[in-house]
């Protein structure tokens, strides 16, 4: 078994695949409409869904917010540089919800994203072989 996909619900589409293209690098894996049900999915990721987690943005027509609550904590994605992915993130108009550096606690550098649906991104920088 694998993890396939996250589901995230988007207020619009467009928006976020341009985020998680332009501002993070990923690539739109796959687009799909469903006209009965009246929802679109965007398959968004750095490799193809057979070798790699993705995510899954889902698109309600029609709905262009939601309460996303207090439970959803993160997506994390590993970079090389996690202050030079940032510089790189603001100078696009991404907004960092927590500036690069140490985890608290501990040693492993960190920073967070909001995407524009307000739903954080970690940012986890590599550890040096
Ligand atoms: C392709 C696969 O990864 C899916 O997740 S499609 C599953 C399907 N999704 C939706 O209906 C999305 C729109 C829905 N209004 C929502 O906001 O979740 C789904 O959940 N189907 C339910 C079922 O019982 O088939
Ligand atoms: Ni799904």
Same mark, same amino acid.
């Not at 995510?55 to 207090?70: A, H, M």
């Given at each position: 078994?694998? !993890?396939?996909?996250?589901?995230?619900?988007?207020?619009d &589409?467009?928006? @976020?695949?341009?985020?998680y293209?332009?501002?993070l690098?990923?690539?739109l894996?796959r687009? +799909? $409409?469903?006209?009965?049900y009246?929802?679109?999915?965007a398959?968004?990721?750095?490799?193809?869904?057979? /070798?790699s987690?993705? &995510?899954?943005?889902?698109?309600?027509?029609?709905?262009? +917010?939601?309460d996303?609550g207090?439970?959803f904590? /993160? !997506?994390?994605?590993?970079?090389d540089?996690?202050?030079?992915?940032c510089?790189k993130?603001? +100078?696009?108009?991404?907004? !960092? +919800?927590?500036?690069?550096?140490?985890?608290?606690?501990?040693?492993?550098?960190i920073a967070?994203?909001? $995407?524009p $649906?307000?739903? @954080?991104?970690e940012?986890i920088?590599?550890?040096e $072989?």
């Amino acid at each position: 078994m694998r !993890i396939l996909h996250t589901m995230l619900r988007v207020g619009d &589409l467009d928006r @976020a695949i341009s985020f998680y293209q332009d501002v993070l690098g990923m690539r739109l894996l796959r687009r +799909s $409409d469903n006209e009965q049900y009246q929802y679109t999915l965007a398959f968004m990721g750095y490799d193809d869904m057979a /070798h790699s987690t993705v &995510l899954e943005l889902t698109y309600n027509w029609g709905v262009n +917010s939601y309460d996303l609550g207090g439970a959803f904590g /993160h !997506i994390a994605i590993e970079v090389d540089n996690v202050y030079a992915a940032c510089e790189k993130i603001k +100078s696009l108009g991404g907004v !960092i +919800s927590r500036e690069p550096g140490p985890v608290k606690g501990g040693t492993t550098e960190i920073a967070f994203v909001k $995407d524009p $649906d307000g739903y @954080a991104i970690e940012l986890i920088q590599a550890k040096e $072989d």
